[in-house]
T-cell receptor
Framework: GESVGLHLPTLSVQEGDNSIINCAYS??????FIWYKQESGKGPQFIID?????DKRQGQRVTVLLNKTVKHLSLQIAATQPGDSAVYFC??????????FGSGTQLTVLP | DSGVTQTPKHLITATGQRVTLRCSPR?????VYWYQQSLDQGLQFLIQ???????AKGNILERFSAQQFPDLHSELNLSSLELGDSALYFC?????????????????FGPGTRLTVL
């Protein structure tokens, strides 16, 4: 079946460095992608989303890149801060279907 | 704060019991989604309601049911509870309005209910 997965289950970065979290998806018909951040004991928090008619979208300190050719999604966090430590989930959906979530990447920001 | 509220925050109960989880969506959102998050399975979609009607079903057990009321709040009922039902249960809402063709897919999650079945 279709699936969304993450390349790395854990990522550790130094405070102030940029972080890149990767996500592979297998459904070439997916047309909407979204990144969530989940801190311990809290619900997933929307970070940024992108539709398949775009390659790049920027938010505040975050950028999402979509490469449809290789079915790859990435989340870039600039100047990573301690408060960015969390689990990051990518999710994708095709048209009116439901969101399918990846397994998550644990980002740890080192002082 | 996403604007989605869930109660209770924590729930501890025994096997065989029945519980009800409650969710209030963001103001203006018509769709409500329920998810289960356990340590070994990540976020699993259970069911979606749109403006009071069931819209989509995911991996929801027959022992579980949900409904969305006229004021758009939703309840997830879990019955004949088993140890394996212990998990975080999240509600999310969106403005999704497929009937009109308008797609606003962003789902905003509530803080969740942690269910522990002993």
């Amino acid at each position: 079946g279709e699936s969304v997965g993450l390349h790395l289950p854990t990522l550790s970065v130094q405070e102030g460095d940029n972080s890149i979290i990767n996500c592979a998806y297998s459904n070439s018909a997916s047309d909407y992608f979204i990144w969530y951040k989940q801190e311990s004991g809290k619900g997933p928090q929307f970070i940024i989303d992108i539709r398949s008619n775009m390659d790049k979208r920027q938010g505040q300190r975050v950028t999402v890149l979509l490469n449809k050719t290789v079915k790859h999604l990435s989340l870039q966090i600039a100047a990573t801060q301690p408060g960015d430590s969390a689990v990051y989930f990518c999710a994708e959906k095709e048209s009116a279907r439901q969101l399918t979530f990846g397994s998550g990447t644990q980002l740890t920001v080192l002082p | 704060d996403s604007g989605v509220t869930q109660t209770p925050k924590h729930l501890i109960t025994a096997t065989g019991q029945r519980v009800t989880l409650r969710c209030s969506p963001r103001s203006g959102d018509l769709s409500v989604y329920w998810y289960q998050q356990s340590l070994d399975q990540g976020l699993q979609f259970l069911i979606q309601y749109y403006n009071g009607e069931e819209r989509a079903k995911g991996n929801i057990l027959e022992r579980f049911s949900a409904q969305q009321f006229p004021d758009l709040h939703s309840e997830l009922n879990l019955s004949s509870l088993e140890l394996g039902d212990s998990a975080l249960y999240f509600c999310a809402s969106s403005q999704h309005a497929s009937v009109s063709g308008i797609r606003t897919d962003t789902q905003y999650f509530g803080p969740g209910t942690r269910l522990t079945v002993l």
